[in-house]
């Protein structure tokens, strides 16, 4: 899924789940956010001269994937699930025990611990893992590892996620072809309505009915109406259209990537900026807190996923441990 999903969808969920519209926001801006958490750098605290590692949960260019830092993909994109689920059957019969499954075990435990966070970054965790669990639908049938069962048609080269198919899976209202599974005709909006109600009802259970006019029909109604009509092809169409309804059904901030960085640190470049060219830069910017940082909404980001990665770490150990694979040296 891309912006449309994670950021706008998410937050119209959230508000008509019982969320204030502050607390939409947050957790709105907090799932997109995932897959803009690019950089690795240190932040300096000047009182305490301490370094603050920052944790990444996205490479630069989600369609190049790198090798380092693997865990990435499986914690916070690609939830293991079920190989033996129905919609995982593949017309040459194989299964990868890393295949994502939509609404799986793990992805189901994330929202259920999630909701018991009682920490100053409850809202941001709750965003983290709304991302991950909603990429269950979209990233269904692709293992977050590297392995040629994500490979298209004949192209057996071990590839990572679905960069084999670049944009499809991720776009509103697409219509593609998986060739690799038996059901290969996929509806986007199909599955994309699934991953709302389900979220949904996972937000309606945060705010204890909060919201008593809550309906998941009306909203499916609603959202349907804002989807607007399916396409096919090479580019994403519509998406003017569509994101003024979304505007409509409750109005959000226009997204930047860096609003909650900057509001929280102060950054000296030198040279080129780390996050413009990293394998050009030569010498790194320097990065330290502004005050009051620790209520910042990028520390409590930062802790949330931080949280999550380890929540995974525990979960998914086991698993890797099957293949003979030591998540943590990845």
């Known amino acids: 899924m891309d912006k449309e999903f994670h950021y ?14 502050e607390e939409a926001r947050t957790i709105a801006h907090a799932s997109q956010l995932v897959d803009d958490n690019d950089t690795l750098c240190s932040i300096h605290d000047a009182d305490s001269g301490t370094e603050y590692e920052v944790y990444i949960s996205q490479t630069m260019d989600i369609l190049k994937p790198k090798r380092e830092l693997m865990r990435i993909y499986p914690i916070f994109h690609f939830l293991p ?18 295949t994502t499954t939509p609404r799986n ?61 670049i944009n499809h899976p991720d776009w509103m209202g697409h219509c593609w072809n998986d060739s690799r599974i ?18 949904f009802q996972e937000f309606s259970l945060c705010t204890k009915g909060k919201n008593k006019d809550a ?10 109406n804002a989807m607007g009509p399916v396409f096919s092809g090479e580019k994403l169409m519509g998406a003017e259209a569509r994101l003024e309804k979304y ?19 102060e950054t000296s470049i030198k040279g080129l900026p780390d996050d413009f060219m990293p394998s050009l830069t030569v010498f790194k910017d320097h990065h330290q807190w ?28 086991p698993l890797f441990e099957q293949m003979n694979v030591k998540l943590s040296d990845h």
């Not at 309906?215 to 349907?224: A, C, F, I, N």
């Not at 940082?293 to 979960?315: P, T």
């Open 81 to 98: 699930g079920d190989p033996l689920a129905p919609s995982a059957r593949r017309s040459d019969g194989k299964m990868h025990i890393l």
């Open 215 to 224: 309906s998941w029909p009306v909203l499916q109604e609603d959202l349907q």
């Open 182 to 199: 038996i059901n290969n005709q996929v509806n986007n909006h199909h599955r994309f309505l699934d991953a709302a109600k389900c979220l």
């Open 105 to 165: 075990n793990l992805a189901r435990k994330i929202m259920k611990a999630t909701r018991k966070e009682k920490s100053p970054y409850r809202l941001h965790r709750l965003g983290v893992a709304a991302h991950a669990f909603a990429d269950t639908w979209a990233h269904q049938n692709f293992v977050g590892w590297y392995d040629g069962i994500n490979g298209q048609d004949m192209n057996l080269l071990p590839n990572i996620g679905h960069a084999d198919f």
């Open 290 to 317: 502004k005050g009051n940082w620790q209520n910042s909404d990028w520390y409590l980001f930062q802790e949330a996923v931080k949280a999550h990665q380890a929540f995974c770490m525990k979960e998914l150990t």
């Open 8 to 21: 706008h969808i998410t937050g119209i969920i959230a508000r008509r789940a019982g969320f204030s519209d």
């Open 247 to 265: 505007d409509k059904l409750f109005r959000l901030p226009d997204y930047e990537p860096r609003t909650w960085f900057n509001s929280a640190v």
